[in-house]
């Protein structure tokens, strides 16, 4: 598999498995370590307000790599409560 062809998504999704996120606050604040940089993190949020630090989200508006890896912890949170919920 080549790693140019990995979306945004994908990489969202190895950061998340690689444990580079934490939340920071009760109201959707996030924490996610730089894939490339040990030393830099970056505050994320996600939802209506949705932002990131680094420089996809800043210049291009996109969902970034950060916003995804969110994304997929709050997914992966989510389906754990629903277990333990018994649903
Ligand atoms: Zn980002």
């Known amino acids: 598999m080549q ?13 998340y498995q690689a444990g ?3 939340r920071a606050s009760d109201d959707g ?8 940089n040990a030393h830099q ?8 307000d949705a932002r ?3 420089k996809d989200a800043q210049m291009r508006g996109v969902v970034c790599k950060h916003q995804w890896a969110v994304i ?5 949170e989510r389906a754990e409560f629903e277990q333990r919920a018994g649903r």
Not at 41 to 48: D, K, L, M, P, S
């Open 41 to 48: 993190e970056y505050t994320v949020r996600i939802g209506i």
């Open 3 to 15: 790693t140019a062809t990995l979306t945004r998504q994908d990489k969202g999704l190895a950061l």
């Open 52 to 54: 990131c630090q680094c």
């Open 29 to 36: 604040l996030y924490i996610v370590k730089s894939a490339t």
């Open 20 to 22: 580079a996120v934490r």
């Open 72 to 76: 997929e912890f709050e997914r992966a």
